[in-house]
């Protein structure tokens, strides 16, 4: 099967700013690809690039077989996007918005009847056609977004950061709209904040500075702490645990989660009960040391950090 | 062309939706008209006169009543003293006042030349200068019966006999009405194209329209269609009352009228949709659309200072303001009757100006798309 999208050694400046500096990857037919990164790591420009809306400015990238930088307006029929922002018309109503949205992509008759009722259906809007979309909660108004920019059923989904702002409830529910997408057999190219949304991803590509940090599935992600074991340390003051934990030799670095510490180890021989003697020897009494498998945010700081160091 | 379709469609709904818009469009025409068409009157009737009439004859009685009859002139005092004019001028009774000399009608009827005083409130240099015109027309007209009535008299040989064409009221609301009609015009047109593409800008939809499969012509057809359809619709109607109001004649064709109409709100709308590609918020554009279309129709385009008398850059600059043509065709067909041929060099430099910003535009949105 050839891969929804291709993209090869992708680059685009502004002026001396590298927005995306020499990305490469592939995303599988239905599969749910999950872009993450800190605000400014390039996964904006990347996305756009892909969409057409940006010309690269060396490099190639290729969407649904289409070549973006050739052909722009081809990729525009076989792909749907929606971004943070929810792009509706807020003063026309559910309905008046449907309606434009498949007047743009061409939809007529039977075929847009069948897709209006899709939407609505989708987005739980039955019977609130006549409602201003800016009457619309976020999650409703986020779920109409979603159903207007896939009125065209295309085989390919750019969402950008499209759970910016909306209730953890909510954002369930999306995501349960996005895996149905993937299930059906459309591509899914998301890009995130939220780190527990990453674990809905089939992969996951980590940007940093304009580059890809890393690729992969969750657990090929979280091997980058093979042999490097992690410890949860819960004490009255996380601070001050913090403190001793980076003064212990066998501590590589820490990093805070919540009211815990998390404690990177430099060997799998470090015990538990090695780590409490030492945060012992400098006057801080742990309530509790456990070892714990690295998390999404753990892999990611770990990226980061390592990049810019 | 279903697409751009789609897009006026759309654009019609908001602009029904979105109150400031629509005050934009309907509200501002009618309340400049209004505005304008009463307030901006250059015309000055019932001056407020009192006379000294220091000779008491049939003649100086007849040379007073030729200035009441003229109709400029109210009599609203006889004052026998220099200084009791002093008191009436000082308390804003009078604006102007007549002083006949004793041996008015001696001299008249012998053949020897008279002065007549007349004294004008010079605090309003137009007001007075307007003013001025009409009483040396009464007089001029008086003093033409006498040497008929006294041959042998010097009279001039050539004599100036002013007819004033296409507006013999010289009424100055048929002079103001059609370059109230450009600015207008200029105003929703501008003003509202600008503000629509930048708001989509702003919020957002303008990328999301963006991906869709919908190519740069469509979406402006689109998006100006409405904007067209309203300002046409409200140019029609400020002529409309203007007829009702004004007694504005129509003395032209109403196809070369509207023609004229639709080149001039076309170059107008290339114009907003232009200031939409380079600014980036409403209030920028607002205020880009004032500087650049506001201004310029109502200080250079002849609406209110003649061209003719502006120093010699600046009726170069007049070359590039659009309502400069358009008042010149609209006064042709409006008042003169123009025909086709009359206009045809305003309505071509109509055409030429809409050509080129359409293109700069279409340069523009090219770029800031691609």
Redesign the interface.
Known sequence: MTPAITVSRLTRRFGDFIAVDDVSFDVRQGEIFGFLGANGAGKSTTIRML?G?L?PTSGTATVGGVDVARDP?AV??R?G???Q?F??????TVE?NI????????L?GERFATRRAFALEMAGLVGREKT?TRDLAGGWRQRLALGC?ILHEPPIVFLDEPTGGVDPVSRRQFWRLIDHLSQQGTTVLVTTHYLDEAEHCHRIAVMNAGKLAALGTTHELKQVFAGRPIMEVQAPSAVAAMRALELLPEVEKTSLFGTAVHAVLRSRDTTAASVVAGLRASGVTATSVVPVEPSLEDVFLDLVERASA | M??A???G??EF??IR??RRTLMILLFIPVFFLLLYGYALNFDIKHVKLAVEDRDLSPESRRLVSAFVNSGYFDQVASVTTEQEIVDLMDRDGIRAALIVPRGLSRDVRRGVPVSVEIIINGENANTATTVMGYASTVITTESARYQMAAPGAPAPFVQLEPRVWYNPDLRSSLFLVPGLLAYIGMITAVVSTALAVVREKE???M?????????TLPFIVGKSLPYFVVSMTAAVGVVLASMVLFDLPVRGSWWLLLLAMALYLFGALAMGLFISTVAQSQQVAFQIALLSSFLPTMMLSGFIFPIASMPTVLQFVTYVVPARYFLVALRGVLLKGSGFLAVADSLAALALFAAIVTSLAAIRLRREW?
């Not at chain 1, 309606?99 to 061409?106: A, D, M």
């Not at chain 2, 990328?207 to 190519?215: D, L």
């Open positions: 969409c809306l010309r307006e525009k029929l792909i996007y929606m971004s922002k792009s509706l018309y807020e003063a026309l008046q309606r434009f949205f498949g007047g743009v992509y061409g007529e201003p920019a | 279903r697409k379709l789609a897009v469609r759309k709904r908001q939706r979105d919020r957002g939809t990328e999301q329209v963006r991906m869709a499969p919908i190519g691609a």
